[in-house]
């Protein structure tokens, strides 16, 4: 098994993986102020005119807004220049001959490799897309089909060179002569065990020595994708690399199915299901009509009634679609035209007209206000209006690009990462929910019917992943809405780009099962210091109705200290009867019929034992703790069923299976050396967690303590079983009253939201497409199926995204979610997401569609990866080089009419502010005391947070609000919700004389200076001055006046937005909370780290280079 914690995909291990090479002193940042800063001089070498770009299709040409550089009038902090060496290690010694040429290679992004066919590699790309691989006269592989493993063979790095793989030749198709081929059937789905997806190798950016970046590893013989692995430096004359990762066949979650070790197969696999209750047992025969690149091909033999494309009207996304429906029949009119209809001149549409501003120059270093003044919004893909309107919510399916790259090497060349973020059983206030016997659905590609489909006629419609032309079913004819026949183009499903179905029995491999709840609890000493049982008693008191469930909902309790404790809570007992083992190298379960009882049934024993348990071991003086044995104990409670084990623990395991001892030491915590133990120190955890998904078990974490609890290896007991982890540190219910609050409040969202079980998750894209990484908590069973067996509204998920076959005669492709699982009232349900986006064929269009925010996301799930499986150092890195070759893209192959400056369209001028706040962020940051366990956890909520609640936590939000008006403010439920400008994050912006709110995700901080004004302390904290305000105050009293009224309003919002409890924090001048407060200023200096100006500066050294 491997014990890598944070590897890009979450499923079946092998052998552990290699960390990469020791770090070199020379490597590492020098700390503090070691950076050797002088004074600036006046910039005098400004980068020389070049000759404009002959215009191309699609290609838009920024020269009219070009404007000439005004003399730069930005006093920085310390206005200072870097002579900082590079991001990155310094090349190593060579004993090979010395190159003739000294000067760096050019970054010219146009350029080739020597006898290379393809541009260059982003340095920050961690996997290279897989290869698709058709011995002759077979027929290509479909999408989603493992293909055969590459024959590439190993190459070795030749010292002082970067390793490149060889170039590979991609085609627009690999069709071959002769008759048309249908696609895969997807019922063909790659299953447990199969082979996995080579690398296809791809030449990597040249860049000047010494740099880092995002490169892909060597070609390996077989196996899935690796994920953000360095390229490895040469390790002295004549010697090879050391390999930075496993064999690929041993690598986690990119396995297609559970590897030996992983836990025994899973019966009750739900892989065919989601695919479809039909069974292939072979390519299914071509069709008439069914071409796999449909564009210019018309279907001359059809009904005049069909030539001219009405358009229905519509509701906005993730509405119910009622108001286009009218009792009253209404003649058939033609449906909306799909994208595989549109005119041939859509393939080279450009963004010119549409969104000149997302091109607009910015020149970073003499524009200092790029803020906006409220919430970024995501850009909107350039589709036609009528199909727009269709599109999916960005809240619930966002693409870092929304604008597609014809071709992978132009994918290449833009420098930029191409990937999906996911949000897929979010709350929604309105949900389109159809019961039908049938779901329609393609017959190859297995694609649920969907707003871009195209239909030919009423009985003929065509696929808009496969372009399969499918029989429209005689079910599907009759509109229930409606209540009318022969207009399957205005039902529900072609209407919603968001609907969910009530799925059928075919749908099912065994009854739905019941809700189930576990809870395991620590009632160690430690745990009843903290004084957390009292509060998880009594939540669990006030809510134990609100459980999500039914007539046959389950609940148990497990408490566990040197011991196990079972509670015997069977109907006619007159109290919960407690069951010791106290065997734990051996956990069997005492009465497994008594032990998960009906709630229904036994709901007073059940609220006996939660009045009990809090005084049962208050005066316990057992230190010890046998965790691993009580989650023994619980997978072995709920595998008959499935369900939710919730567990809470204080300590670190001393006893047992999974015993653990401390790996930090506190005097390396603010070390400018590579951060130690991210990963697991055992791989017990992984291991049954893998056992519980096979199982259809989740397990949720609550770690509630004030001492190191070695995060990086508990948190795999939820990652692997796609559950969720809390963190509190400090906890205790009277020195931390905050920590009580937050806990209560998330407590209560947890147990009352809803559920869905023995979940899968399969996301489907247009032929030519690829996914190869997925991001968040879950196992992956096979290339492009995710088991869940615990999905809830506040997990998010990420893809990373490959083009494996030229797009060039599509105009838009589209991308699909398919959620199946069983509701907490039994029923088993498909919750479907679609998204279209349109192709494009030039790099000023892929960088108008650019989404700053999703690929900030991305990148930061991306580096995670690289931390765990390479080096904290690299992932940093790796972050600015990301910066450095996107926008020396942007400067060498999108400008017309070069300036001087650090050059950045508008579109993504936020996005070194971002990566710099990243590199900031407790994940990242060095040099600045961090608790391992808060690392790690940092890490978690960067692959598991939605996108909407992430970014708060990388890049905080500023506001003044001791002058907050209704100007512009949002009525919201009767509510008026003040709405204040968003402010840098530097101190510059703080005023004694003011109060500021800061949004960090998880806290939000209320800085009051010295001389605020009397009326704001008065009638918004109550406290006649600035001496009166509290130290500790993290609650504001509710007062009736007007403005305390407005500021409460306008906190609730801001809480409303995320499912988590962000505690307040109330801090003055002199408080203890200020430094944290303060390491929140992304844009100023600290010892440790760049202000936002000198990293701007740094950016503009390295790109000029």
């Not at 056992?691 to 974490?701: K, R, W, Y």
Request: glycine share 6%.
């Amino acid at each position: 098994m491997s014990t890598a914690g944070f590897n890009s995909q979450n499923g079946a291990g092998g052998q552990p993986f290699a960390n990469g090479p020791s770090q070199n002193a020379a490597m590492m940042y020098p700390p503090g102020p070691s950076h050797s800063m002088m004074a600036q001089p006046p910039y005098s070498n400004p980068m020389p005119g070049k000759p404009p770009l002959p215009a191309g299709p699609g290609l838009y040409n920024p020269g009219s807004y070009q404007m000439a550089p005004p003399i730069s009038s930005y006093q920085g902090p310390g206005h200072t220049v870097l002579t900082r060496p590079p991001m990155g290690p310094p090349q190593l010694a060579s004993s090979g001959p010395p190159s003739q040429n000294s000067t760096p290679p050019p970054m010219s992004t146009g350029s080739f490799h020597t006898g290379a066919q393809h541009p260059m590699q982003p340095a920050w790309l961690c996997n290279a897309p897989p290869a698709v691989s058709t011995p002759p006269g077979s027929a290509p592989l479909g999408n989603h089909v493992a293909p055969p493993p590459s024959s590439v063979p190993n190459q070795h790095p030749v010292p002082g060179y970067p390793v490149r793989p060889p170039p590979v030749l991609h085609s627009a198709s690999t069709q071959p002569p002769g008759p048309l081929v249908p696609p895969v059937s997807s019922s063909s789905y790659s299953s447990s065990g199969s082979a996995p997806l080579p690398m296809n190798p791809v030449s990597s950016h040249h860049y000047p020595p010494g740099r880092s970046g995002y490169n892909p590893a060597p070609p390996v013989a077989a196996g899935p994708l690796t994920s953000m692995r360095p390229t490895p430096p040469p390790t002295g004359p004549g010697g090879d690399a050391p390999p930075l990762v496993a064999p690929m066949h041993q690598q986690e979650g990119t396995g297609h199915g559970p590897s030996a070790g992983d836990g025994p197969h899973v019966s009750n696999s739900f892989d065919h299901l989601e695919a479809g209750a039909k069974t292939a047992a072979g390519p299914t025969p071509p069709q008439p009509g069914m071409i796999g690149r449909p564009m210019g091909h018309s279907y001359p033999s059809l009904p005049p009634g069909y030539q001219k494309m009405g358009i229905p009207p519509s509701a906005s996304p993730l509405q119910s679609p009622k108001p286009p429906y009218n009792a009253a029949h209404q003649p058939y009119q033609q449906p909306l035209a799909g994208p595989v209809q549109l005119t041939p001149s859509m393939a080279g549409l450009s963004l010119q007209s549409q969104t000149p501003e997302a091109l607009r120059v910015v020149n970073l270093l003499q524009e200092r206000n790029i803020l906006p003044h409220g919430a970024v919004p995501p850009p909107t893909p350039c589709l036609p209006q009528d199909l727009q309107k269709f599109n999916c919510s960005p809240e619930v399916f966002r693409c870092t690009l929304t604008s597609i790259p014809q071709t992978q090497s132009l994918l290449n060349k833009a420098k930029l990462p191409l990937g999906l973020l996911l949000h897929p059983f979010k709350d929604l206030s309105q949900l389109p929910v159809v019961t039908s016997s049938t779901i329609v659905r393609c017959r190859t590609c297995r694609t649920y019917i969907n707003p871009f489909v195209t239909f030919l006629d009423q009985k003929r419609w065509k696929c808009n992943l496969c372009y399969r032309v499918n029989d429209v079913p005689e079910e599907f004819m009759y509109n229930p809405v409606t209540r009318s026949y022969g207009e399957p183009h205005k039902r529900p499903e072609v209407q919603s780009p968001t609907i969910e179905f009530i799925a059928p029995s075919e749908y099912m491999l065994r009854p739905p099962q019941p809700a189930v709840y576990l809870f395991v609890l620590d009632v160690s000493h430690n745990a009843v210091e903290t004084g957390y049982l009292d509060v998880v008693c009594q939540s669990l008191l006030d809510n134990l109705n609100s459980l999500p469930g039914d007539a046959r909902t389950k609940i148990g309790f497990i408490t566990f200290d040197s011991t196990i404790h079972f509670y015997n809570l069977q109907e006619g007992l007159s109290q919960p009867q407690m069951l010791v083992v106290s065997d734990i190298e051996d956990i069997f379960i005492p009465t497994p019929d008594s032990l998960l009882v009906n709630l229904s049934e036994c709901k007073e024993l059940v609220q006996d034992l939660l009045k009990a348990l809090p005084q049962m071991f208050n005066k316990t003086m057992e230190t010890h703790s046998a965790l691993g044995p009580a989650l023994q104990a619980a997978y072995k409670l709920l595998s008959p069923t499935g369900g939710r084990a919730s567990v809470f623990q204080t300590q670190l395991p001393t006893l047992g299976a999974g015993a653990l001892k401390s790996r930090e030491d506190p005097n390396q915590r603010a070390s400018a050396k590579d951060i130690q133990h991210l990963t697991p120190a055992t791989d017990f955890y992984k291991k049954l967690a893998l056992d519980c998904s096979g199982q259809q078990v989740a397990v949720d974490l609550f770690l509630l303590s004030g001492q190191y609890c070695d995060l990086a290896s508990l948190g795999c007991i939820s990652r692997f079983s796609a559950g969720s982890v809390y963190y509190y540190p400090s906890y205790h219910h009277q020195h931390n009253p905050s920590q009580v609050e937050r806990f209560q409040k998330d407590l209560k969202r947890y147990l009352t939201r809803k559920i869905g079980f023995e979940a899968v998750m399969r996301i489907r894209c247009t032929k030519g497409l690829s996914i190869h990484t997925f991001h968040g908590n879950f196992f992956v069973r096979s290339t492009d199926l995710l088991s869940l067996p615990n999905v809830n509204p506040d997990a998010g998920f990420a893809v990373q995204m490959s083009i494996e076959e030229n797009l060039l005669d599509m105009q838009m492709v589209s991308f699909q979610a398919a959620l199946l699982y069983t509701s907490s009232k039994g029923e088993r349900r498909i919750r479907v997401h679609t998204m279209c986006l349109p192709v494009v064929n030039s790099l000023s269009d892929i960088f108008a569609g650019a989404d700053v925010q999703a690929i900030t996301g991305l990148l930061a799930s991306m580096a995670v990866d690289r931390s765990v499986t390479a080096s904290l150092c690299d992932a940093r890195d790796a972050l600015t080089n990301a910066v450095i070759d996107s926008l020396a893209t942007y400067r060498s192959s999108v400008l017309t009419i070069q300036q001087a400056g650090l050059l950045a369209p508008s579109c993504l001028r936020l996005f070194p502010l971002y990566i710099l706040a990243l590199l900031k962020q407790k994940a990242f940051r060095t040099g600045t005391s961090t608790r391992l366990d808060d690392r790690v956890f940092a890490m978690y909520q960067l692959k598991y947070q939605p996108l909407s609640y992430l970014m708060p936590m990388i890049h905080p939000v500023l506001y003044r609000v001791d002058d907050l008006t209704d100007e512009g403010a949002l009525n919201i439920n009767d509510r008026t919700i003040p709405q204040p400008r968003v402010l840098q994050l530097s101190v510059e912006k703080l005023s004694r004389e003011g109060a500021f709110l800061m949004d960090a995700g998880l806290v939000i901080f209320l800085w009051i200076g010295r001389n605020c004004s009397s009326s704001f302390l008065s009638q918004v904290l109550g406290v006649p001055n600035y001496s009166a305000v509290p130290q500790n105050m993290t609650r504001l009293p509710e007062l009736d006046t007007a403005e305390s009224v407005r500021f409460r309003a306008f906190i609730g919002w801001l809480r409303e937005q995320r499912p988590f409890y962000p505690v307040l924090h109330v801090i003055r001048e002199e408080s203890q909370l200020k430094p944290s407060f303060m390491q929140n200023m992304i844009e100023d200096r600290t010892e440790s780290a760049l202000s936002y100006y000198e990293f701007l500066l740094h950016l503009q050294q390295q790109i000029s280079k």
